[in-house]
């Protein structure tokens, strides 16, 4: 039996995408920008630094292989291509290579398909190709064919028809490579009855080929193309690709994981699997791969430990003979998108940047700030170095209101965010257009981020309070549901401690911006007081007696916590810190380390001497 999808399915599949070397690119600079669009948890997205990698589009890539037919066209412009065609005798071969020198031209320079497909002497070359396209070998039938459609000739054209004709005709010459490489972009091109028989078969030929599968290219386009088939068959593929993992190179293993971040295909066995073998090489790969890997793992949501300590540990020593700023950029947003607190590559990235700061743009001084922002890292050489950053951190310097604002937001949670900054994001005709924003998302994010403004202001400069005119009503971001499901866990359990009817305020939100799982108030001997009587922290009532203290508990995850060296993330600490100056006394509760009680009697117990600790530390 056949296992493919539906034709309805595939008819309503409409993958346009240019080549994977683009288009990988370009989800890259997708999550990158997401940076400054997310506010409760820093590291999670990078920030914006579509200047690294970028590709010289000017010329072909070395890395692109092409036969000799090619070369002589392949940095020729369209017009030196096609020059002289008219006179020429052209073979299947010869047409081919035309074929695929101008979709190059497409790819890499941006021609116009539009300016040759009615060219005369473009027609020429389709001629020649259709002439000859019967009697071809596979591997010249699926290159003309490819090219044929990706400069755009109509699916209905007589060079295409026959194309598609021949490789039905001669399907089982097909070796698993070309199915595999004729599937890559053929399902692109589902529009008509004809081209929908080329993938039914193309897909019966690879279930009879696939012990055949050998090479990392042929993985490395499987990868594409896995979810053209069902599911049964797609977990044959799928363990094929772990049984030839072993065999790839280190280049070949930080191509794939960048192939599946590029489908979202999550698979963890693959991924396992080409995290350990890539432990095994005695190669590692360089910061360029590193980078990249690093930003499919985050698209992934793939962790490592031992991998990411493999990866990145040993760049430490590295730094300091960095040429590139952008390398420098890279390796803090790779630390701040993976949570890896690495305190000694965080050091010497600020050492590189302030004996650096002629070669440094702005953008470099930005990817510091939120680096270590996110990753809750300050000490007196951070400090020194945002002595010499702040003040490049401009609305002249920086155009980007969204920017501006994460900027202000993170030097607020390093404690350095200076008093000029802070009331210009905190002006009326700065922030009215970011929480107006139409992305109900990034309206919430930049009130909650405007929220912790404030606070740091009511601190920090507390003659300006008075003159803020930002009142926004306190604010949750959405969670999942096993976190939500976990929060009132450790409400219901703390609720037998203390009664949750009389003495305790659960799900609140202070006015700065920080989520309190649970609030209660406590007197001198550790007894609870009725907390109506009194409000809550940021809505007061009346003062305690005293002696008394207003308790705030947080509950934690992992996703709050940095790793390599395990702190509370920036948002989490500066959260914690705003509570402290409102009067609270506020108690982590990890998760974590609450479940590992097995019973409720010990899990109140858990509560109960964190409580007591905490209470009596503040004394």
Not at 27 to 45: D, V
Not at 252 to 274: F, G, H, P, W
Not at 499 to 525: M, R, Y
Request: aromatic letters at 8%; one cysteine or more; a positive charge.
């Amino acid at each position: 039996m056949s296992r493919h999808i539906s034709a309805s399915m595939l008819r309503n599949y409409n993958c346009n995408v240019s080549a994977s070397l683009f288009r990988n690119y370009n989800c890259k600079l997708n999550l990158i920008s997401s940076y400054f669009r997310t506010p409760h948890f820093i590291s999670s997205s990078l920030p914006n630094i579509s200047f690294i990698h970028r590709l010289d589009v000017s010329t072909v890539p070395e890395n692109i292989h092409v036969s000799k037919y090619v070369k002589p066209f392949i940095n020729q412009p369209v017009e030196e291509i096609l020059v002289g065609l008219e006179k020429k005798t052209i073979s299947g071969p010869e047409a081919v290579s035309i074929l695929k020198a101008l979709r190059m031209q497409i790819l890499f320079k941006g021609a116009n398909g539009e300016s040759f497909r009615s060219d005369s002497r473009f027609q020429i070359i389709c001629k020649a190709f259709e002439k000859h396209c019967m009697e071809m070998k596979p591997s010249l039938l699926v290159s003309g064919l490819r090219s044929l459609l990706e400069v755009g000739v109509s699916t209905d054209s007589s060079c295409v028809m026959s194309a598609e004709k021949s490789i039905l005709s001669n399907i089982q010459q097909f070796s698993a490579f070309h199915v595999i490489g004729c599937l890559y972009y053929h399902h692109k091109f589902m529009e008509t009855d004809l081209q929908k028989k080329v993938i039914f078969r193309l897909i019966d030929q690879l279930e009879r080929t696939m012990n055949e599968i050998s090479t990392s290219s042929e993985i490395l386009m499987l990868v594409h193309i896995l979810h053209l088939f069902d599911k049964e068959f797609q977990k044959q593929l799928e363990q094929k690709i772990v049984d030839l993992v072993p065999s790839l190179q280190l280049n070949e293993m930080c191509k794939l994981i960048c192939s599946l971040a590029e489908k979202s295909n999550r698979n963890v066995l693959i991924l396992n699997n080409l995290a350990f073998h890539m432990r095994q090489k005695l190669a590692k790969p360089d910061l360029n791969e590193t980078i990249d890997i690093f930003y499919a793992f985050k698209k992934l949501n793939f962790f490592d430990p031992k991998l990411f300590s493999y990866l990145l540990n040993h760049f430490e020593v590295e730094i300091p003979s960095i040429k590139q700023a952008s390398l420098i950029t890279g390796l803090l947003t790779t630390c701040g998108h993976m949570r890896w607190r690495h305190t000694g590559i965080l050091e010497n990235c600020g050492h590189w940047i302030k004996n650096n700061l002629n070669h440094c743009k702005t953008r470099e001084f930005i990817s510091f700030v939120l680096a270590v922002a996110a990753l809750n890292f300050s000490n007196a050489q951070v400090k020194i170095v945002l002595e010499k950053l702040v003040p490049y951190f401009t609305m002249e310097n920086i155009s980007s209101s969204d920017v501006l604002l994460n900027v202000a937001w993170s030097l607020g949670i390093l404690d350095n965010v200076p008093q000029e900054l802070l009331l210009k994001v905190l002006n009326p005709e700065f922030y009215k257009p970011l929480i107006e924003d139409s992305d109900t998302q990034a309206k919430l994010n930049n009130q909650l981020k405007l929220m912790n403004l404030k606070g740091i202001l009511k601190k920090n400069y507390p003659e300006f309070i008075f003159g803020c005119e930002l009142f926004l009503d306190p604010i949750k971001l959405p969670e999942s549901s096993v976190i939500e499901r976990s929060r009132k866990h450790v409400v219901n359990v703390l609720s037998i401690l203390i009664s949750k009817e009389k003495f305790l305020s659960v799900n609140q939100v202070s006015d700065t911006g920080t989520f309190i799982d649970a609030e209660f108030i406590l007197n001198q001997n550790e007894k609870p007081l009725p907390i109506q009587d009194f409000g809550l922290g940021f809505r007061e009532n009346k003062p305690l007696p005293l002696g008394s203290k207003r308790v705030a508990i947080l509950v934690m995850f992992q996703k709050d916590y940095t790793h390599c060296t395990k702190e509370l993330t920036g948002v989490n600490a500066l959260g914690a810190r705003l509570l402290k100056i409102a009067g609270y006394t506020v108690i982590h509760i990890s998760y974590e380390e609450f479940s590992k009680a097995k019973t409720d009697v010990q899990k109140v117990k858990f509560l109960s001497d964190r409580i007591k600790k905490a209470v009596h530390s503040s004394s």
